[in-house]
């Protein structure tokens, strides 16, 4: 088993920073990819973005409404990855989760779908005021 930590979550003006922190325990040695996704008050949970951790040359995947906004990141000694947002919008509101799956999961074609993603956390709070 994989347990999921997120922190880093708050209340944040539009146009301002935060830092997500996903810190994994257990069975660590099993994860190929994490990601992070984000769910809005009535809305279904959706990719913002994953990377590889087992290979250094793959490249990050990024939701289109995040690209050249946030970065993903991991340090794999501390079994923790990171997700840098910036330029933040009222839009991007909503808890913020952490996943992780021991498969490629960003080398197919279902990358972005959360049901290819077995370990979960409980979820980080971001908000964004206008």
């Known amino acids: 088993q994989v347990q999921l930590v997120e922190s880093g979550g708050g209340l944040v003006q539009a146009g301002g920073s935060l830092r997500l922190s996903c810190a994994a325990s257990?069975?660590?040695?099993?994860?190929?990819?994490m990601a992070w996704f984000r769910q809005a008050p009535g809305k279904e949970r959706e990719f913002v973005a994953g990377?590889?951790?087992?290979?250094?040359?793959?490249?990050?995947y990024y939701a289109d409404s995040v690209k050249g906004r946030f970065t993903i990141s991991r340090d794999n000694a501390k079994n923790t990855v990171y997700l840098q947002m910036n330029s933040l919008k009222p839009e991007d509101t909503a808890v913020y989760y952490c996943?992780?799956?021991?498969?490629?999961?960003?080398?197919?074609?279902?990358?972005?779908?959360?049901?290819?993603?077995?370990?979960w956390g409980q979820g980080t709070q971001v908000t964004v005021s206008s």
């Open positions: 257990g069975r660590t040695f099993t994860i190929y990819t």
């Open positions: 990377i590889g951790i087992r290979r250094s040359g793959d490249s990050p």
């Open positions: 996943a992780a799956d021991p498969k490629n999961v960003l080398g197919g074609s279902r990358w972005h779908d959360p049901a290819f993603y077995i370990y």
